[in-house]
């Protein structure tokens, strides 16, 4: 009696470690389900907005830093492909155009293919062991090569996170869109309440999928943000803002479809 009595609350203590673990790997997006039912979308707009007082306060303390404004053509840029994230990181610090970035693209496009032609018609002879030697010893010891301040590189790791962000806002946003889409596109009979809850919840993986590719991608640069700011003694709290504020425009999001979906 008391072994099987054992075993039951053996049972019950794991069912209850599993429910506890479910609650806190799905409450972000329970705290989002909540925010929708309390939150107009208006309202949500409002919250996102504020959102991002969260860094631009913490900046205050850094007037070297600032939030970056990245504008819906150097965006849309990126996602086709005409300039890459280190362009448009360079863009938004000013220190090239979008449209330098573009045409300085396509020229290293167009010369790709000539430069492998011509390295395969041309094969320079291998060079021996007292020619590699000499052209060592001709070489400066130090590397010549000057390396970015900690101040630029700092800004350039904030530039990616926001790229980040306003890349991840712009693929959900395109999902929802191509979601009202098919939804719509199905026949009067299908679109039943069950239809639509099915419907939703296999869009629902992907935009899951996308926001933990956003979020690999997001801790990559804060981890190298974190490190560059201790090695130019920054105060760390930065790295806290940045994180929280991307964390709840998350949430904010996920609430403002919600909350579609519920009207």
């Known amino acids: 009696m008391k072994k099987t009595l054992k075993v039951v609350l053996i049972i019950l203590l794991v069912l209850l470690l599993l429910c506890i673990s479910l609650f806190v790997w799905q409450r972000k997006n329970i705290s989002a389900l909540y925010g929708a039912v309390k939150y107009s979308q208006e309202d949500i707009s409002t919250l996102i907005a504020d959102n991002e007082k969260i860094v631009s306060e913490a900046l205050e303390e850094y007037p070297e830093f600032e939030i970056p ?3 819906e053509s150097e965006m849309e840029a990126l996602e ?5 994230q280190d362009d448009l990181v360079e863009i938004v610090l000013g220190k090239t155009s979008l449209e330098e970035a573009i045409e300085k693209k396509e020229e290293t496009t167009k010369a790709e293919p000539e430069q492998n032609a011509d390295s395969k018609e041309t094969q320079p002879p291998a060079k021996t ?10 070489q400066p010891s130090e590397q010549t090569t000057p390396s970015k301040s900690g101040d630029e590189e700092i800004s350039a790791l904030i530039a990616k996170i926001y790229i980040l962000k306003q890349s991840y806002g712009n693929k959900l946003d395109a999902l929802v869109q191509q979601t009202r889409s098919e939804y719509w596109a199905m026949p009067k009979e299908q679109r039943k309440d069950i239809s639509k809850q099915k419907f939703v919840t296999t869009k629902a993986s992907q935009a899951l999928a996308l926001e933990k590719e956003c979020d690999a991608k997001v801790e990559e640069v804060i981890s190298e943000l974190t490190s560059v700011l201790k090695a130019n003694n920054k105060d760390l709290s930065l790295v806290d803002s940045i994180r929280k504020a991307y964390d709840n425009e998350k949430q904010l999001k996920k609430s403002y479809y919600i909350s579609e979906y519920l009207d």
């Open 69 to 71: 404004d990245i504008s």
């Open 80 to 84: 086709e492909g005409k300039i890459t």
């Open 129 to 138: 062991s007292e020619q590699t030697s000499e052209k060592t010893s001709e």
